[in-house]
């Protein structure tokens, strides 16, 4: 709204916290904004993580007793759950660097 009261009388604002908050985009800093882009990739990535644990179950409670069903949903299964312990790992060790920073 200030932005329009500017450009349509052409004064700036005189409230100083109005004009840092316009200078540099809301005040927010890079830590936060690599936070939170971070935050949604490995919520993505744990989620899609959890999916393949749902899919490893599906292939083996459907195998019918065929022993290379069973293997491929066994090693499904592992693969999520590697991926879901590496996601979360990896979140613990940028949330610690960007913290001591």
Known sequence: M???FF???GNAP???AKQVTQVDGGGTNLQTTVNNVLSVVFTLV???AVIVIIIGGVYYITSNGDAEKIKKGKNTIMYGIIGLIVTLLAFAIVSFVLNSF
């Open 7 to 9: 450009l349509i009388t």
């Open 2 to 4: 200030d932005k329009i």
């Open 14 to 16: 005189t409230d100083p």
């Open 46 to 48: 744990g989620v899609i």
